[in-house]
């Protein structure tokens, strides 16, 4: 007979059902093993008792790639409900995209063999879905009637009003949109207020879960009503000390001391801040529409590209609309989707140094049907940044489809820090294509096309 420390099948679980649903109860990041998710750790079991066994609001701050969400969310559900057949609860993270995500995971986990045994062992009888729409489940074990089903999912972008719930966990409804944009901190902030105050019954308490990102982001707000615990990667590593190690080198120090030591740094040194969003790309500018790629070939460094183009009627100052993205590894397992892009976004020409590979990559893209211009990096990488990016900082509107983690870069430059591909792009891309601040450090600019 498997021991309670050795529950990992269906057949371990129909041993005996009274020993399993303790398990269960008292155990239930093993309830996640059967799932699948056998990372899980009798830390996490200590997070779902904490998150959900509460009336009291409370938050969790845990380190990125913790498996928070898997046990808190979705293994934190299923087990909830098995104990709680009737409550209403209610998942949200910051859009119901990704919500969405975890309400499938949670359905497709109560339809395998192992979760129903579970549940036949806790209610006599096999789970059965009564309602399944993107968002919203209902079961046959709800024995209440009301509009809210056993398990809904909203994104905080959506209306919140008007529906009631028993239980409510937040995820990562604090992301680095808040960091970026002074607009999503507000907006957070009225959310995080609606879903303490008018979502959740009286006398319950909602659960609060993710990672710092600014000094006055929603976290300000959640402490000062919910008492917060902390899990930084410094006393809790159990990813493996390579795992952090390359973390360190691909992650930018600010976002590195928030996301995994969850300290915010003082960011007074940044050249980079608050940048301004537009409501989306102008896919009408079909002309002067300028791109450039920053290639990475080995080591931890990105691919970057930066796509860029002048828009009219804003004033005296010249105005652009930019969006960038970021890929990880090399830049020849990335031509296919640097070419879509820049079919998607019409550009004129895609701009590359030719310093590290002589203009292999260019000739290689070229031959895939993008217009390139290569040229010789001349100039130094952090006066350039600092010069020509810095000089239109305020005259750029980024597209709000721009990669966090461009972005990140490009907010977290300083003077020698690493991943820099982003506002290394960046700064190419007007120095080259738009001559901002262009002193002739860039040699040879030239066409290759086939």
């Known amino acids: 007979m498997a021991s309670q420390y050795e529950v990992r099948t269906a057949s371990d679980w129909a041993l005996k059902s009274e020993e399993n649903i303790k398990i269960a109860a008292l155990q239930p990041h093993k309830v996640g093993w059967l799932l699948g998710y056998d990372k899980l750790l009798p830390i996490h079991s200590r997070w779902i008792h904490y998150i959900w066994e509460s009336d009291e609001n409370r938050a969790l701050q845990a380190f990125r790639g913790s498996y928070k969400t898997t046990a808190i969310m979705t293994v934190g559900a299923i087990r909830w409900m098995m104990f709680h057949p009737d409550e209403r609860i209610l998942l949200t993270r910051k859009s119901f995209k990704a919500t969405a995500e975890v309400i499938r995971s949670i359905s497709q986990a109560m339809e395998t063999t192992e979760i129903a045994e579970l549940f036949k062992q806790a209610h006599g009888r096999y789970p059965k879905t009564k309602i399944n729409r993107e968002g919203n489940l209902t079961f046959n074990f709800k024995s209440t009637i009301s509009p809210e089903g056993n398990i809904t999912g909203l994104g905080i972008n959506q209306d919140l009003t008007g529906h009631h719930y028993d239980k409510i966990i937040n995820d990562d409804i604090i992301t680095i949109r808040d960091r970026v944009s002074r607009a999503e901190r507000e907006h957070t902030d009225e959310a995080i207020m609606e879903l303490a105050t008018n979502i959740i019954n009286p006398g319950k308490g909602a659960g609060w879960i993710g990672t710092p990102w600014h000094r006055k ?184 489809e721009t990669d966090d983690e461009y972005m990140a870069q490009v907010l977290d430059y300083r003077e020698g820090s690493k991943p820099n591909d982003a506002p290394d792009s960046a700064a190419s891309i007007f120095r080259e294509a738009f001559g901002v601040n262009n002193s002739g450090s860039s040699v040879g600019t030239a066409d290759i096309a086939y």
């Open 217 to 400: 982001d929603g976290w300000r707000r959640i402490r000062s009503f919910a008492r917060i615990a902390q899990f930084s990667i410094d006393k809790y590593n159990f990813l493996g000390e390579e795992v952090i190690e390359k973390k360190k080198r691909t992650t930018t120090p600010y976002l590195f001391a928030a996301n995994y030591r969850l300290k915010l740094e003082k960011d007074e040194s940044l050249l980079f801040s608050d940048p301004v969003y537009s409501k989306g790309w102008d896919f009408n500018i079909r002309t002067n529409v300028m791109a450039h790629v920053d290639a990475a070939y080995d080591g931890d460094c990105y691919c970057a590209l930066t796509i860029a183009a002048p828009v009219s009627g804003y004033g005296d100052d010249r105005v652009y609309q930019a969006i960038g993205f970021c890929y990880e590894g090399h830049i020849s397992d990335w031509y296919d989707e640097i070419v879509k892009i820049c079919r998607k976004y019409n550009v004129t020409y895609l701009y590359e140094e030719t310093n590290a590979d002589n203009g292999m990559s260019a000739r290689d893209l070229a031959a895939k049907g993008l217009r390139m211009k290569t040229y010789s990096e001349g100039q130094n990488k952090h006066l350039k940044i600092s010069t020509c990016l810095y000089k239109v900082w305020r005259n750029i509107l980024w597209a709000p």
